[in-house]
């Protein structure tokens, strides 16, 4: 091999080492992040990485508006500044002052609403607190099931479901790419069962291979430690024999250069 291609074999293996290392401080930095889904990293000409897609342990909050999912799918959330919808795991949610169900970056979370009683929710949309209880009655409380309904009821001894949870599955959920702040996009080729658009058949929880909706709960950080610590060394003892390949090419073209004077 010419000495020259050793120099940049050297210089692009420090090059993917480095990112190793960058994507599993991630995954130790996050151990504690709810829903947190860490990266697993290749090495081949071009190195990637891409989410391991295993479950997380979860843990009972008791607070009404923590959401979980026990199997596969994925919490889908819309920026309404621009419309661009993003996945999720971490149910970590709350309302907002509209009465909207948002995550942590104040994106709403998407399922059915438009429900009332006598009439289930069909339209697909942003989950909302019904602004509209029965005449003279008051919201009283709320919870979710198993299967994302959200019921409401009122002071007049009513019940609603209102609103309905939904989730997405994806037939190669690897190639989602993570945006920042626990959610991922690239929803297409990670290929969505059922498309892309949610509907009430493809994307209920508990339907066929998907997740259900464990309420109050929240589903914690897959990040085994153990591992990451191991691959931590081993990716930085790559990163220094890499370096050691670029020291010892460029003392070879130095002595090179000197026989010829």
């Given at each position: 091999m010419?000495?020259?291609?050793s120099?940049y ?15 599993i401080s991630?995954?130790?930095a996050?151990?504690n992040?709810?829903g947190y ?16 897609n ?5 843990s009972?909050?008791?607070v009404?508006t ?7 799918g994925?919490f889908?959330?819309?920026k309404t500044?621009?419309?661009s ?5 971490a ?13 942590s ?6 399922g059915?609403?438009?429900g ?11 989950i909302?607190?019904?602004q509209?209880?029965p005449?003279g009655?008051?919201l ?7 299967k ?12 609603a479901v ?9 037939s190669?959920?690897t190639?989602l ?30 339907g ?7 309420p ?11 591992s ?5 060394i ?17 003392s ?9 004077r």
């Amino acid at each position: 091999m010419p000495i020259s291609a050793s120099i940049y074999s050297g210089v692009t293996a420090m090059k993917a080492f480095s990112k190793g290392v960058e994507t599993i401080s991630a995954n130790i930095a996050n151990s504690n992040t709810t829903g947190y889904k860490s990266a697993t990293v290749s090495f081949s000409a071009l190195m990637g990485d891409s989410i391991k897609n295993s479950q997380g342990s979860l843990s009972v909050t008791g607070v009404k508006t923590d959401l979980a999912i026990s199997g596969e799918g994925f919490f889908r959330v819309l920026k309404t500044d621009d419309n661009s919808e993003y996945a999720t795991r971490a149910g970590d949610f709350h309302l907002d002052e509209d009465g909207y169900l948002v995550n942590s970056s104040g994106y709403q979370v998407q399922g059915l609403t438009g429900g009332a009683a006598g009439a289930a929710p069909t339209a697909v949309g942003s989950i909302r607190v019904s602004q509209t209880p029965p005449a003279g009655a008051e919201l009283l409380s709320f919870a979710f099931d198993k299967k994302g309904n959200f019921t409401e009821t009122y002071s007049d001894g009513t019940s609603a479901v209102t609103n309905r949870v939904l989730v997405q599955r994806y037939s190669n959920p690897t190639a989602l790419k993570l945006d920042g702040a626990n959610m991922f996009t690239n929803f297409e080729n990670a290929a969505p069962v059922g498309g892309l658009a949610l509907t009430a058949l493809a994307n209920a929880p508990g339907g066929v291979g998907n997740g259900t909706i464990e309420p109050e709960t929240l589903e914690l950080s897959n990040v085994d430690l153990t591992s990451e610590f191991a691959s931590l060394i081993n990716a930085q003892r790559s990163l220094q024999a890499s370096s050691r390949i670029v020291t010892v090419s460029d003392s070879m073209v130095e002595d090179t250069v000197n026989l010829k004077r």
